[in-house]
């Protein structure tokens, strides 16, 4: 965790410090790309995994359930705290 | 959605290559994944300072965003508890350590099958550790998938939400992308709670 922490901060402060530059600025592009290879990266070592894979079958619809109720849940308990709570105060909302 | 579709495509790519075992296993030994997380990470960090509202956002972080952590565990325990219903090999409290993880994969296998095996020994530990790990690669898969769809319905919180752990780092730049970038601080603190929370919750559910 804190070196995810470092690498943002460090980011940061180059960002920051390079602002002007205009070449930064196609980093979200470069930001895409590098999601598209994690992704396919993240693919192989699932696919490469037998032990992974021969579970999936037993296993499968067990934890499609269990991932499915907790994104719901948190979709539900976030929807209130955004409409009762944020949105109200209205500074997070654009 | 776009991106989705790609993202997704390439997953099931590699998935595949994986399965037919095309790439040297070295390759993925050799902490290749957290090297590309790094470098994603580095460049969200780029992207966020140089950004010109960089001020506004320092200035927008308040204590109500602690409501957002709390939503996550509160909706995913409440909703684990509605599955546990659905599932009859395990109890309820298997599968609220099991949704404990909140997409933390690596670390919560691993936590549950330790923490089970004195209890249920390494056979059952082994299985319950499998289906979390499971369970949480599908739930960072949804939440990436997901995020356009979750923010146009349920809110700008409901992509970092649904994310859990993951809002700090994989899903951060989909997040920018579908809530905006003013809600990074909280996607950051967000992520963060939630990573100290998982060994409490799992050990806490694992002896129950």
Known sequence: MFKILFLLFAGIGVGYAFRRVSFLHKVETTISLTVFFMLFVFGLSIGSNDKL????????????????????????????????????????DK | MTSSVIVLLLFALGGVAGMCHFIPQHW????????????????????????????????????????????????????????SLLISQWGMADCLAVGSGFAYYSLSSVLITEMKEASVGIQVATELGTLALLANIIREMMSLLGAPIFSRFFGKLAPISAAGINSMDVLLPMITRCSGKHMVPLAILHGIILELTVPFLVSFFCKM
Request: proline share 2%.
């Open chain 1, 53 to 92: 894979m021969d579970n999936l079958g037993k296993y499968g619809y067990q934890a499609f359930i269990l991932a499915l109720f907790g994104v719901v849940g948190s979709l539900l308990a976030s929807y209130l705290a955004y409409r009762f709570v944020f949105k109200k105060g209205g500074h997070n």
């Open chain 2, 28 to 83: 993925l030994s050799s902490n290749l994944p957290m090297t590309i997380l790094s470098v994603l990470i580095f460049q969200v960090g780029i992207s966020i300072g140089s950004n010109k509202n960089l001020k506004e956002m320092i200035r927008g972080v308040s204590l109500k965003m602690l409501l957002v952590p709390l939503s996550t565990i509160a909706g995913t325990l409440a909703f684990s508890v509605l599955a």
